[in-house]
């Protein structure tokens, strides 16, 4: 046998472990990704979706993204809304405002909405626990998901006793000597993870996640990003490739890649087989056909944009990030027809668990007003 068949037969030996013992060591972690190859990739795809399939069948699900505010008091280097950008047009929502997304979100059929931003001093516990519990108060039946990054612990108690059930913190990378190169030294790994244990205590469910093929990222970084998300044990995992935005420090690296994002997407199926797992807006600005390929690799999520049209492209965390077509909430037929013609439908619920779809809740409209 040559080598490569060597290689590639051992390589299959470690997706294999993967997928029956949900584990592997940091060095078979890096291997895997330093080592992988079309065919192999194939290889995973294939039972990736096939756990999708069994707990999820072939849903996806949908999250109304509310992106609030591009103030923000942080200055991490990929970020095109980072304090240091003089160029960013700021905006930050109203209350009104935010409660008439999240009606115009509920009558298109969205059952979660995420409130994301940039941290932004003047959303004060008082003012951010407000909205959550007018949000919760209007629209009981819905979660409410914060990404409003790193507060204390008795802000997120605060803010979870309001009514918010979800939260969304990306650790970014693991390492902290990475982690260092990408942000400002007023931020580090161990406090963005302590915020994420502490919201698991509270009571959240908790989604994490990384920047595929930041600057300075190695296959170990990647491989220490697995080890921790085994550990945390997240409902929610979002990665999505890193694109440079030409206001920040980082305006002449190389962007990641499509290719391994949808890698490192069908590794976490195995690691975490009932994750919820977008395929992110990142990914579809980097191909085309981005999510259809993440959710081909095993992806069961996406979060279509219900910001005001007129402030949807001042978000701007990267170049060219798509805020239109498909990626509008408007345009959820558009989305629901590229579903459907990779053989996947979308979800009109919560998303906790198997809900009814959309063509069904149209039906049941249908019925309703007849
Ligand atoms: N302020 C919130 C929300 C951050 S924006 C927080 O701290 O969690 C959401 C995510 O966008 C970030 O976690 C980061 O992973 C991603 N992001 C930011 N800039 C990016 C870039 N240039 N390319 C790709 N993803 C980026």
């Known amino acids: 046998m040559s080598a490569l068949h060597t290689d590639t037969a051992d390589l299959k030996n470690l997706i294999d472990r993967l997928e029956t013992g949900r584990f592997l060591t940091r060095e078979e972690w890096t291997r ?57 047009e700021r905006y930050r929502l109203t209350k009104e405002q935010i409660l ?21 001093g003047w ?32 802000s997120y108690q ?11 913190l990306r650790h970014e990378t693991y390492d902290a000597v990475h982690y260092a190169k990408l942000h400002p030294p007023s931020l580090s790994s161990s406090s963005r993870q302590q ?29 220490d990003d697995m080890m921790f998300l085994k550990e ?15 206001d920040t420090p980082f305006a002449d690296k190389e962007a990641g890649t499509a290719e391994l994002t949808i890698f490192m997407l069908g590794l976490i199926r ?14 579809g600005t980097i191909s085309p056909d981005g999510r259809e390929k993440g959710i081909l690799a095993g992806a069961n999520v996406v979060m279509p944009n219900l910001s005001p049209p007129q402030v949807r492209e001042k978000y701007l965390l990267y170049d060219n990030k798509l805020c239109t ?20 439908h979308i979800e009109v619920s919560r998303g906790d668990s198997l809900n009814v779809s959309l063509a069904q809740t149209e039906s049941k409209n249908r019925n309703e007003i007849h």
Not at 40 to 46: A, D, N
Not at 100 to 120: I, K, S
Not at 139 to 151: H, K
Request: proline fraction near 5%.
């Open 232 to 246: 945390l044990n997240p409902q929610m995992v979002g990665i999505g490739p890193f694109i440079p935005h030409h």
């Open 158 to 168: 605060r803010l979870y006793e309001a009514g918010a059930n979800r939260y969304l």
């Open 325 to 344: 077509g498909d990626e509008a909430a408007e345009s959820l037929r558009d989305l629901e027809a590229r579903m459907r013609k990779i053989g996947y």
């Open 32 to 88: 895997l990704i330093r080592g992988r190859t079309p065919d192999l990739e194939e290889y995973l795809f294939e039972k990736a979706r096939a756990i999708r399939i069994r707990h999820y069948g072939h849903g996806v699900f949908i999250r109304g993204l509310i992106e609030f505010t591009n103030y923000c008091a942080n200055d991490c280097y990929y970020c095109g809304i980072r304090r240091s950008n003089p160029h960013a």
């Open 123 to 154: 959303f004060t516990d008082e003012r951010m626990t407000d909205i959550v519990s007018s949000i919760r108060t209007g629209w009981p039946d819905c979660a409410i998901t914060l990404s409003i990054g790193e507060r204390s612990y008795k």
């Open 195 to 223: 915020c994420l244990w502490n919201l698991k205590e509270i009571g959240y469910q908790v989604g994490t996640g990384f920047m595929v093929g930041s600057p300075y990222q190695t296959p170990e970084n990647l491989a």
């Open 270 to 283: 195995l690691l975490l087989p009932k994750v919820l797992l977008p395929a992110t807006t990142a990914l």
């Open 100 to 120: 008439a997304c999240c009606g115009h979100g509920y009558e298109l059929g969205f059952r979660t909405f995420v409130l994301q931003g940039g941290e932004d």
